[in-house]
């Protein structure tokens, strides 16, 4: 075993022909504990060419897949006795110190021969083995393992390299009565498993006795046990645990894949070669003679009588199964009963005969899609007696072993599989796919033959070169080998050194490597493994994904945080059908509330699909697969996130990190507070990947909106002429995303206004977001029309030309089409409106400052009781049609125990009855329909009289966005408490499209008017902002909510084109509030760039809260380094630059690509600083090694620390008292760093670090010192 390697002596190691010098061999164990077995080995024969004693593996293949097996022995030549001895020396000083460190459970010495007498006395030595190819070479394979310490056995699939060869290796030290210990490791699970069953079947032993496999968290197996099957990544795990390969005496590594097989094998052998006499002897090649049976190959070129037609070509560069190909494969699977008769040539097969041997199929696919849509093919085939099974990495083991069953005699055996099936898995009764292994067999590659020869590459490029490297790397550090890229580039197939140092500070900047800062013996290729970094080895997830896991642990919110992580491995299960494509958005954006967050909408569709599974109403498949429909989810794949939910949730709790399962104490704000709390985990996983937007123009934005509320309305251009005449048609254009309130034509535009129900909060309409999607989705938006010339034709007699360009507004509530002035003035501040006192009751509060009334004195109050009085004296009619939304109708309501009708519009109807909206009043009520009745025209011509009211100046505080949807549930307890039951005085700001914007007081005539913004703001719940445009200006009225572009905070994507995945919430991002000049912030789970790098696309995105501050406060939170920007006379902090810091040597930064520079628009002070500081310790101690770490820790103290970490991070945004506003000003030398006088810096060390090494996630800041 190898440590703290130099570049110079791996290539005096691995450079065959030069001289070996001081190479450090640690690790390896004396070869044999028990004194007997060892002279058993040493009174054999030593074959030339043996190396050092050393630990030794197998490696057994199919065709052209080579075997080398690592074995311990001594050499009797005497020019390697000195080199083996000092060897021997340093093997047992290893050994000495994993004595004194490890625990008595763990990997130690050998069990004396006393504990061996199960094992000597197996009843093996009477079977009988198979008779295959390696059954010749078996005295001579055994012979050549005992006799070399690396052995590479090449040989054909199915000569028994993986069930044969242990057997003879164990059967030998039985007969010897020596100790054993082998391990055979498989690529795949059911590989493992399937093999240790076929062994202990064949031998009549028990599974987990003498035979057992490992898998994942499953291990069949026993002390007693001395042949193990397991996985590679098994085996990985044991040797990154005990840091040595101490617990087996033979290590078969199977399935090696090797495409070329001369030059693999030359590879390998050079790979494993050792030092003699100067000179590097390459390990043995024994190759396994011989193939167990033929297999025909064909290719599309041969089955041309199966497919007439021309089928499509195949490209590299779009790797995909056509249609006519899934139909050339159901198509031969149908003939093959007819290749079969064909085969038996001369043989009299009887009916019942050929019944019973209808020969197994094995097709090979890419992936769990293709194998389903291949399933549904062959499953719909009536009459062929087919039984068809999936053999997928996702399908339950006990699924998997159904395909070594015999099928129902007459039946065929259909198993579709991925590659899962080419390693190690033997099926008995395949003819047909990869077959040859058990009888001859037939193989059919469904590509033109020149495709294969040309396209298919001979090599494939090793797994380290195609992977990201860091889970590697992390599993290195787990070894403590010195630097991970000294191991690495020990490897048969090293990655690239500049690969990996751009991995160690990708590391470094996700955590997993402890970053020290700007100290001189900063290694930039190296660093200490932090406990995230040992999480995230364990985890069969990315990095992000499982620092998403860790944080989630922190902050209390790690079921959600689990679910995004498994979600976010897999394929999505949000459906997102080609041609219902608006409908799955529309879903999806449904899901996830008011969050804008993907991720967020993942966590509440498949907590409401488990949800429905615990309640019992998915208990049948197809109501299941019924309810997957309706809400636009694959079922299949969100089992699949389950089951690794469920595996992740297994895997952590080896770090004492589990799902709380206490019912958190409910308040009315614990559900926002908990979605902010993930909002804020989510950007700390995925940092940096921050993105923020650009301003709109807001007066260019109110000209081309023509004056119509930007937050109901969307714009057409290329109106035809007399465009008023298809009003239906665009009516009927828009139906899928809103109901249409009217439309407005003008030239060669037209306004779409939908519909707002006056009872919910200003905000853009969903429907706007639907319209704007379609442009996006780019659905195709036709008009049936006439040419301008036809019109006037038939129009004879009139001048109807005028009309032509005169702007006409169809409205479709009181289904009018009038022609109207041309007017962009909508902000009404006339002198008859504004400055004016009104007295009015509030009869429904929306959301905190926004609220419907009416006029109270004596004019107004003279016109309501007159309007009330003629509508009761009619005799009242039923509605003549159904009623529907916007339908303005009489409806009932009982005051003063008398019950009358007003005039009232409908809202929504829900059964037989309907919620309205008296809009006279500004109450809303519930109706039975059959009580609805027909208004008379007349009643229309009086306009509505109840007035909708905003508080002008306000928004809310980041406190009342945390702690609710909007406004916290104690600013709106406190603000109805203000305007309910009294009258109250409201000052006329503003009218913006009939909202009146007012300063509202409370007046009792006994002491002054109390101002109630003032009051919401004294309490905490709101602070005072810029009015829009629109109310500010005399001249064009409303704002227009512009659709925003985002773009990247890094140095290197600051000018890339960001495009966000038409799947994602926010394809469509649309400003609510333009006048609000704060930077908003969007964080992506995952990016891609296209290959010239001008363009980034964005996945899984949310949006974060529209809290002044937030990006940077988030960038400084998770930042693994800063440096505060100060103003010239330094006073104050200007911005931040975030990154990894900047190397002292050569003052440049250490990952520049990824170097953030933010202004802050809001004041930063040296508390805030600190606040930043005190909640990246309280993560660090929930992420902490030791015997103070996490693992050490009681639920009680992890639910306080936890606890803190929450106050302290809701503290950090909430606070009492609005960060002041300033104006952004950007340091004059960006991403420089280093660009504070060192006198002003004040190192803040954490008490916990500064008494060791630092491993914890998070270094805190460095504070710059500010004047008075």
């Known amino acids: 075993m190898l440590r703290k390697l130099t570049i110079e002596q791996i290539n005096d190691w691995f450079t065959i022909g030069k001289t070996v010098t001081n190479v450090e061999l640690l ?58 001895n000092k060897y021997r020396q340093l093997e047992a000083q290893e050994l000495d110190v994993c004595r004194s460190v490890q625990p008595t459970s763990g990997p130690g010495p050998r069990p004396s021969l006393a504990k061996l007498s199960s094992v000597t006395c197996i009843p093996g030595t009477t079977y009988k083995y198979p008779d295959l190819p390696i059954s010749r070479y078996k005295e001579e394979v055994v012979s050549l393992i005992e006799s070399n310490s690396v052995v590479i056995i090449h040989g054909a699939t199915g000569s028994g390299k993986s069930t044969q060869l242990p057997q003879y290796i164990l059967d030998h030290y039985v007969q010897r009565s020596a100790y054993c210990s082998i391990v055979v490791t498989q690529p795949r699970k059911i590989g493992a498993s399937s093999i240790a069953r076929w062994i202990s079947k064949e031998r009549a032993w028990t599974l987990g006795g003498v035979v057992g496999y490992q898998v994942g968290l499953e291990k069949i197996a026993t002390e007693d046990t001395r042949l193990i099957y397991m996985t590679t990544g098994v085996l990985l795990q044991k040797i990154v645990s005990a840091k040595s390969l101490m617990e087996f005496t033979h290590i078969i590594i199977d399935e090696v894949v090797l495409m070329s097989a001369t030059i693999s094998c030359k590879e390998f052998a050079d790979y494993f070669a050792v030092p003699v006499q100067n000179k590097m002897n390459p390990a043995y090649i024994f190759e396994v003679e011989g193939k167990p049976h033929s297999v025909e190959e064909y290719y599309l070129n041969d089955l041309e009588h199966i497919h007439h037609s021309k089928l499509s070509p195949h490209l590299l560069e779009e790797p995909v199964i056509t249609k006519d190909i899934y139909e050339v494969a159901v198509s031969l699977i149908q003939m093959f009963d007819d290749l079969d008769m064909k085969e038996s040539g001369n043989k009299a097969w009887s009916g019942a005969q050929f019944v019973l041997e209808r020969s197994s199929v094995l097709v090979f696919l890419p992936g769990l899609g293709e194998i389903n849509y291949m399933h549904e093919l062959l499953t719909s085939l009536v009459h062929k007696r087919l039984q068809v099974y999936p053999l997928h990495s996702s399908v339950a083991l006990e699924e998997q072993n159904n395909v070594f069953l015999s099928p129902v005699p007459g039946y065929r ?202 309640t019992g109403e998915l208990r049948y498949p197809k109501d299941e697969l019924n309810w997957g429909r309706l809400n636009y989810i694959q079922i299949k794949r969100i089992r699949e996130v389950a089951e690794l939910y469920e595996e992740l949730k297994t895997r952590i709790s080896q770090f004492n990190m589990h799902v709380d399962s206490r019912r958190p104490v409910m308040d009315q704000e614990y559900i926002y507070k908990q979605r902010f709390i993930l909002q804020v985990v989510l950007a700390g996983a995925f940092y940096p990947n921050y993105f923020t937007f650009g301003q709109p123009d807001e007066e260019m934005a109110v000209r081309e909106l023509a004056g119509k509320d930007p937050k109901t309305t969307v714009v057409l251009k290329h109106i035809p002429p007399y465009g008023f005449l298809y009003y239906k048609q665009l009516q009927s254009l828009f139906r899928q995303c809103g109901q249409v309130k009217s439309i407005v034509f003008d030239g060669a535009k037209a306004f779409v206004e939908f519909s707002r129900n006056p009872t919910e909060r200003f905000k853009t309409l969903p429907a706007v977001y639907m319209a704007i999607k379609m442009s996006q989705l780019k659905v195709s938006l036709e008009l049936s029309v006439h040419s301008a010339e036809e019109i006037e034709g038939k129009v004879q007699g009139m001048n109807v030309s005028k009309l032509r360009n005169t702007r006409v507004n ?18 009404d501040r006339s002198q008859t409106v504004t400055d004016l006192l009104l007295t009015i009751d509030v009869t429904e509060v929306v959301e905190v400052g926004h609220f419907w009334g009416y006029r109270i004195d004596e004019n107004n109050s003279e016109i309501l009781k007159k309007l009330t009085a003629e509508i009761n004296q009619l005799t ?87 702690c609710g949807k909007h406004w916290s549930d104690g600013a709106s307890q406190w603000f109805a408490s203000l305007v309910s039951g009294c009258t109250l005085l409201v000052k006329v700001f503003s009218v913006v499209h009939s909202v009146l914007h007012v300063d509202v007081y409370q007046y009792s005539g006994v002491q ?90 964005l996945r899984e995105t949310s949006l974060m809260p529209h809290i002044p501050g937030l990006p940077a406060l988030l960038s400084m939170l998770f930042a693994p380094v800063i440096e505060l920007r100060i103003d010239q006379n330094g006073k104050y902090y200007t911005g931040v630059l975030c990154g990894l810091g900047w190397n002292p040597a050569t003052g440049a930064s250490i990952l520049p690509e990824h170097d953030m520079e933010l202004a802050f628009d809001v004041q930063f002070s040296v508390e805030d600083v600190v606040e930043v500081n005190i909640l990246r310790a309280a993560i660090n101690k929930l992420v902490c090694d030791g015997p103070n770490g996490c693992k050490c ?31 952004p000003k950007w340091h004059e030398k960006p991403y420089e760093w280093n660009q504070v006088d060192p006198k002003l810096v004040m190192e803040q060390a954490d008490r916990e670090s500064s008494r060791g090494k630092n491993t914890f996630l998070y270094q805190l800041h460095k504070l710059v010192v500010l004047g008075t």
């Open 27 to 84: 690790g390896a164990p004396p070869a044999f504990p028990a004194g007997a077995a060892r002279e058993e080995v040493q009174r054999q024969d030593v074959a030339p060419g043996a190396g050092p004693a050393a630990q030794a593996p197998a490696l057994a293949q199919a065709p052209a897949r080579p075997a080398a097996a690592f074995e311990r022995s001594l050499s009797q030549r005497s020019s390697e006795v000195e080199y083996i």
């Open 413 to 614: 055996k259909i198993i579709l599989s991925t590659n899962i099936a080419e390693s190690s898995v033997t099926v008995p009764d395949v003819k047909y796919g990869r077959a040859g292994r058990v009888s001859r067999g037939y193989c059919y590659r469904l590509v033109h033959k020149d495709f294969w020869d040309n396209s298919i590459p001979d090599h494939v490029v090793p797994e380290m070169l195609r992977c990201p490297l860091g889970s590697t790397i992390l599993k290195v550090k787990l070894l403590d080998m010195g630097e991970p890229r000294a191991l690495l580039a020990t490897a048969l197939s090293p990655p690239g050194l500049s690969d990996i140092e751009r991995t160690i500070l990708l590391l470094k900047e996700v955590g997993a490597l402890a970053v020290s800062g700007q100290r001189e013996d900063e290694n930039p290729h190296d660093g200490e493994l932090t406990f995230l970094g040992r999480v995230l080895a364990q985890l069969p997830v990315n990095q992000q994904l499982g620092k998403l896991i860790v944080l989630g642990h922190v902050f209390g919110c790690l079921d959600e945080c689990l679910i995004i992580a498994a979600a976010l491995s897999l394929k999505n299960f949000f459906a997102m059908p080609f041609r219902q494509h608006l409908d799955g958005y529309r879903n999806k954006v449904n899901f996830s509330g008011s969050s804008k967050s993907d991720c967020i909408a993942l966590v509440e569709a498949f907590k409401t699909w488990k949800a429905c599974r615990q």
């Open 810 to 827: 169809v409205d479709f509530q009181k289904q009018t089409v009038d022609p109207m002035q041309v007017s962009f003035n909508t902000s």
């Open 876 to 962: 009242l009619v039923p509605l003549p049609t159904h009623p529907h939304p916007d339908l303005v109708c009489l409806a009932p309501f009982a005051d003063f125990d008398k019950q009358r009708y007003f005039r009232a519009q409908v809202l929504y109807v829900s059964g037989n009855s309907a919620e309205v909206f008296f809009v006279d009043y500004g109450n809303k009520s519930h109706v039975d329909l059959h009580l609805l009745m027909e208004i008379p025209c007349q009643f229309l011509e009086l306009p509505f009289q109840a007035l909708e009211f905003k508080i002008c100046k306000m928004r809310p505080s980041a406190k009342s966005l945390v």
């Open 1008 to 1097: 002054d008017a109390i101002n109630i913004r003032d009051v919401l703001i004294q309490q905490g719940y709101a602070e005072l902002t810029e009015e829009s445009y629109e109310s500010k200006a005399e001249l064009h009225g409303p704002f227009n909510p512009y659709e925003l572009k985002c773009h990247s905070l890094t140095r290197i994507s600051k000018f890339r084109c960001v495009w966000i995945e038409k799947e994602s919430i926010n394809s469509v991002i649309i400003s609510d509030a333009p006048e609000d000049l704060h930077q908003r912030m969007l964080v992506a789970a995952s990016l891609s760039i296209n290959a010239t790098g001008s363009t980034m696309l």
């Open 1193 to 1223: 820790l009681g639920p009680e103290r992890v639910a306080q620390l936890q606890d803190i970490a929450r106050q302290k991070l809701l503290g950090l945004f909430c606070q009492s008292k609005p960060r002041e506003k300033i104006v």
